[in-house]
Structures are given as C-alpha cells and as structure tokens.
C-alpha cells in the first residue's frame, strides 16, 4: 500500500516535468544566481579598475605593481601593461562566464519551459530578445557606468582599495593565453604588421597642453603652474632673435675708456656686467664684470690707464636663429652670462644675458634698478593696454585676439614701423579692430605703445 501510493507520487512528478530538473534543484538556482552575481562583480571590478589605472600617476602604477611582487621585476618590464592586460584577462573571463552562465540557464530551465507550454514562437523569440537585452544592459551598466558612478570625485579614497586585488588578479593564470599571444604575433608578422606589446603612452605637445588646461579648470594646478609649464612649452620654440636685447639699447664701455666715464655710466644704468667693444657695437671683444673693477679700484689695485683690459673676459657669439635653448646650454657649458647676436652680415643684432632667458621661463623680474621701467604689458582697464614695443606679434595676437602680421617684423614696435617707417609720437595706426597708439618713443626708436578698441577712440 505504501509503495503504490509512493508510486503515485513520482509517476504524478513525472508528469509535472520533473524528469528534466536535477535532484537539489533549489539550490542548484542560488548556484546559478551567485555565479551570476560574482560574474557581474568581476565585470564590474575590471571596468573601474581600468578606470582608476587611467587616472593614476605612472609612479604610483609602478609602487603598485613592485608592491605585489614577490621579487624584483625585469627593467624592461611596463607596470601599466601587465595591469592592463590582467584586467582584459579579468573581463574576458567575466564575459565568457557569463556566455556560458546565460546558455547552461537557458538549457536547463528556458528550454524545458517552452517545450512543456505551447508557447508561439513569436513570443520565444521576444523572451530570447530580453534576455539578451538584459545581459547587455548589465554590461553596459556595470562595465562602463558604474566606474563613474562608485568612483566619482571620490577617487582619492577609492583608489587604494584597487590595488591588493590587481596585484592578486595579476597572478591568476589564463589557459592558452601565450598560445593566444603568439598566434596573434605571427599572423600578424605573416602580413607584414609588426605587433608590438608596449602601447604607446607618449602625449605631444598639444596633447599635454590639452591636459594641463583641462587640470588647470577642475583646480588641480593652480595658475601659477600653469603658467610656468606653458612658458616652457613656449621656451623650447624660441630663438635669440626674440628675445633679445636690441642693438640700440646696448650699453657698452670702449675698452680704453676712462675710469671717470665708466663709473659715471655705471651710476646711470646700474647694470653688473658691460660688453667691452673696440670702436663700435659691431666689434665686441668681451664683457667685463664691474664689481671686480670697482673692488680693485678700492683697494688702489686698478690700473690708471686702460683700467678696463685686465677685465675683459671671452663672450659668446650666435646668430639670430640660434634656438634660445641651445644658446643656455652654451652659456652653462662655457659658464659666459652673456651673449651678442650676429645678423646676416655678422654685425650685431643684440644682445642676450641668462636673465633675459629666465624671464622666457618664470616672466619678468624687476630688481631695485628697474622701478621706473614700465612691465611689459600693463593693463589700463578691459582690453586697454600699455605695450612694450618690443613685444612679440605672436604674443600681442594671442593677448587681444587680433591677427597682425609678422612676415616682415617680429615685434610690434617693428610692425608699427612697416606701417609707417616716419612714425612719430603719438601717431596712431587701426587694425583688426584696436587703436595702436606710439606713447614714448627714443630717437627713432619705439618704446611704448597704447592699445585700445575702436570704439573708444573719441
């Protein structure tokens, strides 16, 4: 009696579909479901990982990475690299996980499902629809929104919680991934495309500037910072041509002058150190530096005749085009403050000293014997300025937006004098919409300049 109704019992379970379901079925379904959630975890854990890997700083990358390693790593081995590779090793096995995970669920309890209710095939196709539509949901979800939605501004504090588990996920082992890597490598090499492992991590110029100007705006460099890699940036282009210190504006001694006239000319422009020339600018023979001649004349060690010749020390001598850069590497290697430019023609241009290329970098310092020199660039009130007229063109369009030409001169004052070569003080000349007004001039040289809109000329 107790064995037919025990019969009964399966035979009316075997009717039910029970044939297709295993023993332990329930737990069999939180099997699934946590396999499904670790998967999704993994997805979601290699997507801000990456994300966190983008952001950081490659000395923390490579702290990191020799942090987990239990003896030193090769030189030539890239920490960003093996990261990113573990974590392309972590997702792909998230996303095949998953595969298989959706297609052993859909056997197991999908296919019975619809083999057991006469379901139309319309409505099989639309459940196979979202249920792909929800694994791809869950992606894109997890692998791509939720980086920014966990880490956000809270990046400082999550960061640190990634890199235990990277370092444990860098030892997990991936089955035929060096066959995978080789295979690739030499399909590639059988087309004639090299592949290489190391990504190229190298930003140019513009890019860094992109950076720094995307820092500069989220407040993670100040102005100051910015201004002084920009300068860099800047510096790197320059040649002695631009910044040099004009020919006219030369102070020099004639190498037989008088110890009255040299301290009267030391009492005026209260320069350290003076070109020595030999008749006129074109024939510069040195520099002295006036400290030694006046300590010497203190103590009555100065000679009264031609004080200036056992002073006059070797001084360098570029071209125009010479890049400012290189000009600096000379000044440091033959340990000379101070350089004349040579035109075309081998007269003299200029002159450059090692301050003016360390305002290039850091911008203009006035010492206690520039108080009456007016800065560069002083600003009246909104786009209103009082220009040096040595100011480059490239740097005049860049402060007011206008488009001046600089084929035939490279400074505004020698713009201005391509205009009109008779220019006197006080002249004005419009272009792209500002008034370029002549305020001080020396001779026939350009010193200030006024610049204002249009519309406030009255």
Known sequence: MRKK???????????????????????????????????????????????????????QIRKWYHDGQKKKAADDVHPAEEYSAAIQKGTVMALLGLGWLGNSAAERWIKPLFAATEIPFIWRQAFSFLAAFFLLASFVFFARWWPGIVIGNRFGQMAPLFRKPLNLLLRVPFPFSRIFGRSVRMMGKSFGIGISSKRKRAHSEEDLRLLLSESLRSGEINPSEYKYVTRIFDFDNRIAKEIMIPRTEIVCFQKNAPLREILKTVHEEGYTRYPVAEGNKDRIIGFVNIKEVLTDCIHNHC?????????????????????????????????????????????????????????????????????????????????????????LIEEVNQLLGTDLDDDEADTLGGWLLTRKYNIKKGDEIEQDGYVFRVLQMEGRHLQYIEAFPRAEKG
């Not at 329930?26 to 997805?43: A, E, H, N, Q, S």
């Not at 000679?303 to 590497?329: D, G, S, W």
Request: with cysteine; proline share 7%; hydrophobic share 40%.
């Open 5 to 59: 109704k025990m019969g009964k019992v399966i035979g009316t379970d075997c009717d039910r579909g029970g044939e297709d379901l295993p023993e332990g079925g329930v737990p069999m379904t939180f099997l699934y479901l946590f396999l499904f959630l670790f998967l999704i975890g993994l997805l979601s854990f290699c997507a801000s990982a990456e994300y966190v890997l983008g952001n950081l700083r490659p000395s």
């Open 303 to 391: 000679p009264e005749e031609n004080p200036l010749l056992p002073y006059i020390k070797p001084i360098l001598r570029v071209m125009e085009t010479t890049p400012v850069q290189t000009l600096l590497v000379k000044m440091q290697k033959q340990r000379i403050p101070i350089a004349i430019v040579l035109d075309e023609y081998g007269g003299t241009a200029g002159m450059v000293t090692v301050e003016d290329i360390l305002e290039e970098i850091v911008g203009e310092i006035h010492d206690e014997f520039d108080a009456d020199e007016i800065p560069f660039v002083r600003q009246i009130k909104d786009r209103h300025y009082v220009l040096d007229a040595k100011m």
